[in-house]
């Protein structure tokens, strides 16, 4: 059995149903780095640790533990997922993407991502917001390989897997809340290395605007589970190469601390809208 398909989450799905009182969340919101300060917006915010599902494992993300919280924004009941397991940690991708699965299996119907990135783009700076209008899979792994899982289709259309209608949402979010707002293609890579300036040339030249190294995982099992998707990069830095810069993980939290509140102001409006 894969331990991290469609029965696995149903499972982790029961485990923390009634513990934390989901009843219909409107969204899940997977935080990415340096962004998790959103889950502090949570109104009756109830929580379960990573480390109390079944199948998930346990991970920090600075200032929170991994944990899968389920409360309100905006007036909306969501389900938060602070923390992620990347590939770079030896994960397979469909573990990456297992906690939209579960996800899924609670009731939420759009995936909204966010992520850390590096702006390939050579206009983009730190602290810049950038709707995630498409994306590139450089990873070369797919969660989706082996048997077709209950629920999922087998070939998935990508053509629009980030939702046009959930994509005007947040345009219209960004002039409401006067967040600036950009938006391109991210790159997902596997990491842990940032690129050399070499692979960022190669990016800029296939259409990448950001790279990271998340997101592409969940966003392809989304997919095959017929969820809306819409998300958002946080522009940590610019990449590799393109300033004189080196790039440090720890630059990449102090910036995204800095855009905490602008990012958190953006997702509650748009949650609002759903
Ligand atoms: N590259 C890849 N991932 C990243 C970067 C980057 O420059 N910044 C934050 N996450």
């Given amino acids: 059995m894969n331990l991290h398909g469609s029965a696995a989450a149903k499972a982790a799905a029961r485990s923390v149903s009634d513990r934390l009182g989901v009843k219909a969340p409107v969204a899940a919101i997977i935080l990415g780095s340096g962004l998790g300060e959103l889950a502090d917006r949570i109104e009756q915010p109830t929580r379960a640790n990573y480390s109390e599902i079944p199948g998930f494992f346990s991970t920090h993300v600075e200032g929170h533990k991994g944990e899968l919280i ?155 589970l017929g969820m809306e998707v819409a998300g958002v990069s946080l522009i940590t830095n610019l990449a590799s190469g393109i300033t004189s810069d080196a790039i440090s993980h720890a630059d990449v939290v102090e910036v995204g601390k800095q855009a905490a509140g602008r990012f958190a102001n953006l997702v509650t409006a748009f949650i609002a809208k759903l």
């Fill in 70 to 224: 389920r409360g309100f924004l905006g007036g909306k009941e969501i389900l938060a997922l602070a923390g992620r397991f990347h590939m770079y940690e030896g994960h397979e991708a469909r573990v990456s993407a297992f906690p939209v699965r579960v996800a899924s299996a609670l009731g939420a119907k759009v995936l909204f991502v966010s992520n850390a990135a590096g702006g390939v783009r050579r206009t983009f700076k730190p602290g810049d917001l950038m709707l995630i209008e498409d994306h590139i899979n450089l990873m070369f792994r797919n969660p989706l390989i082996g048997p077709v899982e209950a629920g999922d289709t087998r070939f998935p259309d990508m053509s629009a897997s980030y939702s046009p209608r959930l994509i005007a949402l947040l345009q219209a979010s960004a002039k409401e809340t006067g967040v600036p707002l950009a938006a391109g293609v991210y790159a997902g890579l596997l990491g842990p290395t940032y690129e050399t300036p070499a692979e960022v040339r190669m990016l800029e030249k296939l259409g990448a605007d950001a790279t990271g190294m998340s997101t592409v995982p969940e966003v392809i099992v989304a997919a095959a």
